[in-house]
């Protein structure tokens, strides 16, 4: 298994660009997190699916930021417009809700600039 | 608010002694925690979790130990190794949403 897959690994924009991040989750897994690590809040969760429905994004920060998931097989994360303070490593992962250990499987993450 | 806490931002051990790693939480309605570590330029992975019915799980050299009372958990790490040194955050779960704390960096001294 390839794991959970992100895209791009790097992005560098300016600000007022939409910048969208891709998530591929692990086969079979029925959900899926998008989190946020910066240095002064470390891993945030910024929202997370069940069956690809949105459950809980009471952790987006602000309107820029919306995430979708059309299929069980694809998630995006988009910020419109992008601001200097999103600058950070945005991370995906899935997770099998019935496994005995609740772990989750995260990707290598996409890390961010806004200029 | 931050519900789960690492106060310890780093901590250096020899190779070869315990790795005591901390974490502090506040919402007693979490069920689950969780241990991960972290490489640079990757993803955490998940090392250990614990059941909030339990106060400790062992796998081989990891050991979580949960006190519901003080609101503490804390991963041992014994022997600690080389390869060990990383970030680690402890995570808490509440409903499916997980809250993770800052991270405690270790580095195991050779």
């Known amino acids: 298994d390839a794991g959970v897959i992100q895209s791009p690994r790097h992005e560098v924009t300016e600000m007022g660009q939409e910048v969208t991040l891709r998530c591929k989750p692990i086969?079979?897994?029925?959900?899926l997190f998008w989190y946020r690590q910066t240095m002064m809040r470390g891993l945030e969760l910024l929202i997370y699916?069940?069956?690809?429905?949105?459950?809980?994004d009471s952790g987006m920060p602000e309107d820029r930021f919306s995430a979708k998931m059309p299929n069980a097989s694809f998630s995006t994360l988009k910020i419109q417009p992008s601001e200097p303070r999103d600058s950070a490593v945005y991370f995906c992962?899935?997770?099998?809700?019935?496994?005995?250990?609740?772990?989750?499987?995260f990707g290598p993450g996409t890390r961010l600039t806004v200029l | 608010d931050q519900q789960v806490k690492q106060n310890s931002p780093s901590l250096s051990v020899q190779e070869g002694r315990i790795s005591i790693l901390n974490c502090d939480y506040t919402?007693?309605?979490?069920?689950?925690f969780l241990w991960y570590k972290k490489y640079p330029a990757e993803g955490p992975t998940f090392l250990i979790s614990?059941?909030?019915?339990?106060d400790k799980n062992e796998d081989g050299r990891f050991t979580v130990f949960l006190n519901k009372s003080a609101k503490h958990l804390s991963l041992h790490i014994v022997p600690s190794q080389p390869g060990d040194s990383a970030v680690y955050f402890c995570?808490?779960?509440?409903?499916?949403?997980?809250?993770f704390g800052t991270g405690t960096r270790l580095k195991v001294l050779a």
């Open positions: 992962a899935s997770s099998l809700g019935t496994s005995g250990r609740n772990e989750q499987f």
């Open positions: 086969s079979g897994h029925d959900y």
């Open positions: 699916f069940n069956n690809n429905v949105p459950i809980d």
């Open positions: 919402n007693s309605m979490f069920d689950y």
């Open positions: 614990i059941s909030s019915i339990k």
């Open positions: 995570a808490a779960r509440n409903d499916y949403k997980y809250i």
